[in-house]
């Protein structure tokens, strides 16, 4: 088996503290005796999205958004390949992983704003009930796509025969016989 470094200690240490955050923040969201723990979870998660886009645009490897670029219908087209047994193993990102991970950390955003308005009491924005909402829903819909990406991890694992999880502890991932592929030869076979 080869190994290869894939995710550096910046995203291994961002995924875990995100995973824990939005845990506490979700755990505490209905209790008035813990507020001021969801509030302060829900700081240190919008901080960590934050620094995950930044990271994201410095072009650091497979943590890149360039690496994993966005696009509905390779998403589409590698789902369906996952149906079928055939879909090709990523050293990065696959396409539909992708997919979920932009959509996590543009709803974890929203989730995050709108709380924070919630907060300060809609701070220039007087629809207490629409941010309200807008906060519930875009939390639940974050929950959602967690549950999507860890389906999505464990589908991958057995698939591939790759402990992506051990992968995300580590830092290593395990490289098949294919050459890896790189964004534009992506594109190429899609």
């Known amino acids: 088996m080869i190994l290869k470094y894939v995710w550096d200690p910046f995203v291994r240490i961002f995924h875990w503290s995100l995973v824990v955050a939005f845990a506490v923040a979700f755990y505490t969201h209905a209790s008035e005796w813990d507020r001021l723990i969801h509030i302060r979870a829900g700081y240190v998660a919008g901080a960590l999205i934050l ?6 645009l410095m072009r650091t490897g497979y943590a890149s958004f360039d690496s994993f670029p966005l696009n509905p219908l390779w998403a589409v087209k590698h789902l369906y390949r996952v149906m ?3 879909a090709k193993h990523y050293i990065g990102h696959n396409p539909t992983g992708a997919l979920v991970i932009y959509a996590m950390l543009a709803t974890g955003l929203i989730a995050v704003i709108s709380g924070w308005l919630v907060f300060n009491e809609g701070w220039l924005i007087d629809e207490p ?6 906060h519930h829903y ?3 819909g974050w929950l959602a796509l ?3 990406h ?3 991890v464990l589908v991958e694992s ?3 025969r790759d402990n992506l999880i051990w992968a995300m502890i580590t830092g290593c991932k395990r490289v098949c016989k294919i050459n890896e592929r790189r964004p534009q030869e992506i594109k190429d076979n899609f």
Request: overall charge positive; cysteine-free; proline content about 0%.
């Open 158 to 160: 057995i698939l591939h």
């Open 138 to 140: 875009s939390t639940w």
């Open 129 to 134: 009930a629409l941010l309200q909402s807008l």
């Open 150 to 152: 860890v389906s999505g």
């Open 84 to 86: 079928q047994g055939q």
């Open 51 to 56: 620094a995950r886009i930044v990271w994201g």
């Open 146 to 148: 967690v549950v999507i």
